[in-house]
Nanobody
Framework: QVRLVESGGGLGQAGGSLRLSCAAS????????MGWYRQAPGKQRDLVAT???????HYTDAVRGRFTISRDNAKNTVILQMNSLKPEDAAVYYC?????????????????????WGQGTQVTVSS
């Protein structure tokens, strides 16, 4: 089983910082793009930032210049450093990974590439 587990959410102040971490574990063959999405109450889940396996980041306009995404391929971890927080950054943040998992069934390896999601971590910003 593959799991993505987020940590680091909580309460931040406007203008302050929070750091989110997400670790993938389990029967992982490889991980492509990793990223963070967020969903505020009553709204759709939106892209925040993604990072390729070679470390190329991409940011949505709303967070560019304030948030930094990074990853540690050896640890299957992606980090989102959030600076200069704004009240509108408040949401549930979800980790995402384009991941190929493996299974050994009767000594035959099977591979499956899919999008995996973490359980979400709440970020609240006080003004």
């Amino acid at each position: 089983q593959v799991r993505l587990v987020e940590s680091g959410g909580g309460l931040g102040q406007a203008g302050g910082s929070l750091r989110l971490s997400c670790a993938a574990s389990g029967s992982i063959l490889s991980i492509g793009d990793m990223g963070w999405y967020r969903q505020a109450p009553g709204k759709q889940r939106d892209l925040v930032a993604t990072i390729t396996s070679d470390g190329t980041p991409h940011y949505t306009d709303a967070v560019r210049g304030r948030f930094t995404i990074s990853r540690d391929n050896a640890k299957n971890t992606v980090i989102l450093q959030m600076n200069s927080l704004k009240p509108e950054d408040a949401a549930v943040y979800y980790c995402n990974a384009d991941l190929t998992a493996w299974r050994d069934i009767d000594n035959v390896f099977h591979f499956n590439r899919s999008q995996y999601w973490g359980q979400g971590t709440q970020v609240t910003v006080s003004s």
